[in-house]
């Protein structure tokens, strides 16, 4: 299975971009990649998700390199209010089937 | 209309016990899916069903772990012989169909605890 990796945590001064880092070097050809975020004590939230194209929602934009391995999460103007656990996640489809295989997230401090 | 519901919010077991944990997903809804968040750890995708069927239950941590859908509605998350591990909080969700995860909608969890 795919794995990812996310550094633990990162500060973000407000109004600046924030750019969240996930490594999926074992990614496979149709395996997704999903943004998903956990503001404290609240449900988790769906940010973006992509194949192999850069997206772009309005809340964030997801920059995905050519060979796949790896991926940028972007807010492009972080507010105190984005301060969340940010979870990159990798959809493995097996058979018709799908597994999410989730990453330890990053916990993203937005300073003001 | 009413959200994603789940039972107990709350459960203190001894070590040893099997608990139940229901899930009522929206109406209308043919994907379901439970996700374990162990205290201070990130989120675990545990099992997903389409309809009444779960094609991949690799997910479960252990054997003692079940869980079924009946009528393409309620689920339950079964752990058996609970250990203190299983404590965590268990959340459900439910979207339109299993290949829209990105719309699932989640319910309040089910905060575990076993002494």
């Known amino acids: 299975d795919a794995k990812t990796t996310q550094p633990p945590s990162m500060d973000c001064a407000e109004g600046r971009a924030a750019n969240l880092p996930c490594n999926h070097s074992t990614i496979s050809g149709n395996e997704y990649v999903y943004w998903y975020r956990q503001i404290h004590s609240q449900g988790p ?3 973006i998700h992509g194949l192999k194209n ?5 809340m964030a ?3 995905i390199t050519e060979d796949r391995k790896s991926s940028t999460l972007i807010l492009p103007h972080a507010t105190l209010r984005d301060t969340a656990v940010y979870y990159c996640i990798v959809r493995v489809t ?3 089937t ?3 295989i989730f990453g330890t997230g990053t916990r993203l401090k937005v300073l003001a | 209309g009413a959200g994603v519901s789940q039972s107990p919010s709350n459960k203190v077991t001894e070590k040893g016990k099997d608990v139940e944990l229901r899930c009522d ?3 209308g809804h043919t994907a379901l899916y439970w996700y374990r968040q162990s205290l201070g750890q990130g989120l675990e995708f545990l099992i997903y069903f389409q309809g009444n069927s779960a094609p991949d239950k690799s997910g479960l941590p252990s054997d003692r772990f079940s869980a079924e859908r009946t009528g393409g ?4 998350l079964t752990i ?3 250990q203190q591990e299983d404590s965590a909080v268990y959340l459900c969700a439910s979207s339109l169909d299993s290949g829209r995860w990105e719309t699932q909608y989640f319910g309040p969890g089910t905060r575990l605890l076993v002494l």
């Open chain 1, 45 to 47: 939230q769906y940010i």
């Open chain 1, 54 to 58: 850069n997206e772009t929602n309005e």
């Open chain 1, 61 to 63: 934009s997801l920059i």
């Open chain 1, 94 to 96: 097996t058979s018709g």
């Open chain 1, 98 to 100: 799908y597994k999410y």
């Open chain 2, 25 to 27: 997903p929206i109406s």
């Open chain 2, 73 to 76: 509605s309620v689920s339950t």
């Open chain 2, 80 to 82: 058996q012989r609970t």
